[in-house]
């Protein structure tokens, strides 16, 4: 089984910064894409941000120059750094991995979710 554990979520105000955190753990062989998904209250969730095993990267247009995705594949870890945060990034942030096991083919992962609010 696999773990995805998220932190650093909080309050910020428009214009500030966050940054995000979800270190997978358990029976991983390799790790293949990461990303970041949000909710926000009434509204489906959506993809903010994705990297490959290889670092290529794609990203929401709501959030292309302001949000970065990377990871430390040494520490099975992705970050999210979000920049000039608006009110509108208010959302839930799941984290998510696309993982393939020691005994087992790949699976989607979740993380548990953090709250991310931006205040005007």
């Known amino acids: 089984q696999v773990q995805l554990v998220e932190s650093g979520g909080g309050l910020a105000q428009a214009g500030g910064s966050l940054r995000l955190s979800c270190a997978a753990s358990?029976?991983?062989?390799?790790?293949?894409?990461m990303a970041w998904y949000r909710q926000a209250p009434g509204k489906e969730r959506e993809l903010v941000a994705v990297?490959?095993?290889?670092?290529?990267?794609n990203y929401a247009d709501s959030v292309k120059g302001r949000f970065t995705i990377s990871r430390d594949n040494a520490k099975n870890t992705v970050y999210l750094q979000m920049n000039s945060l608006k009110p509108e990034d208010t959302a839930v942030y799941y984290c998510n991995a696309d993982v393939l096991g020691w005994r087992t083919s790949s699976a989607d992962y979740w993380g548990q979710g953090t709250q991310v609010t931006v205040s005007s």
């Open positions: 990297i490959s095993s290889g670092g290529r990267t």
């Open positions: 358990g029976s991983i062989f390799r790790i293949n894409t």
